[in-house]
T-cell receptor, first 112, second 112 residues
Framework: DAMVIQNPRYQVTQFGKPVTLSCSQT?????MYWYQQKSSQAPKLLFH???????NEADTPDNFQSRRPNTSFCFLDIRSPGLGDAAMYLC???????????FGPGTRLTVL | QQQVKQSPQSLIVQKGGISIINCAYE??????FPWYQQFPGKGPALLIA?????SEKKEGRFTISFNKSAKQFSLHIMDSQPGDSATYFC???????????FGTGTRLKVLA
């Protein structure tokens, strides 16, 4: 089945220790998104790629970076995680701007 | 500032009853209004969506009502079932962008 896969599902890191979250898709969609969702809150868009074009949200902290080495994969790098970065990180894809967004199951990040 | 206000925050409905969740927006530059259903530990999944040139859309037990002049839209779940218990997010897509503004979510519990 075509889908959006996120690894790992649960990630524990230490304060200040860099961490990378992974997303892959078999949908061959052009657009990939990263959202941060804190407990009982709405998903918040961090950035997105249209193909190789990277678009950063104005209020996304510099601590968050992203890479998209090819159509199928996208990575979220948190350079120095703080306690406030503990959240669910959701990856989503869409065929294009008009298409439905398909979300992965998320990676729950814990910062100790 | 672009915002989508969602109410209620939580909702308890008896099995077979009607669940109603409301959203209101301020910015008129939105062109697509989806509703997402999210189960614990899972990513949001598109439930139903509407464009602003339509006043109502029905898919099975789920109906979106859209009032363009009032800048409001709502989700109605008819014959609510315990399996519908989840968090529901409304969203609005900013015209000409990939960006979705999410409501704060409604936690629905349907009692058996």
């Amino acid at each position: 089945d075509a889908m959006v896969i996120q690894n790992p599902r649960y990630q524990v890191t230490q304060f200040g220790k860099p961490v990378t979250l992974s997303c892959s898709q078999t949908l061959n969609h052009n657009v990939m998104y990263w959202y941060q969702q804190k407990s009982s809150q709405a998903p918040k868009l961090l950035f997105h790629y249209y193909d190789k074009d990277f678009n950063n949200e104005a209020d996304t902290p510099d601590n968050f970076q992203s890479r998209r080495p090819n159509t199928s994969f996208c990575f979220l790098d948190i350079r120095s995680p703080g306690l406030g970065d503990a959240a669910m990180y959701l990856c989503a894809t869409s065929r294009d701007r008009w298409g439905e967004q398909f979300f992965g199951p998320g990676t729950r990040l814990t910062v100790l | 500032q672009q915002q989508v206000k969602q109410s209620p925050q939580s909702l308890i409905v008896q099995k077979g009853g009607i669940s109603i969740i409301n959203c209101a927006y301020e910015n008129t530059a939105f062109d697509y209004f989806p509703w997402y259903q999210q189960f614990p530990g899972k990513g949001p999944a598109l439930l139903i969506a509407i464009r602003p040139d339509v006043s109502e859309k029905k898919e099975g037990r789920f109906t979106i009502s859209f009032n363009k002049s009032a800048k409001q839209f709502s989700l109605h779940i008819m014959d609510s079932q315990p399996g519908d218990s989840a968090t529901y997010f409304c969203a609005a897509r900013a015209s000409g962008t990939y960006k979705y503004i999410f409501g704060t979510g409604t936690r629905l519990k349907v009692l058996a």
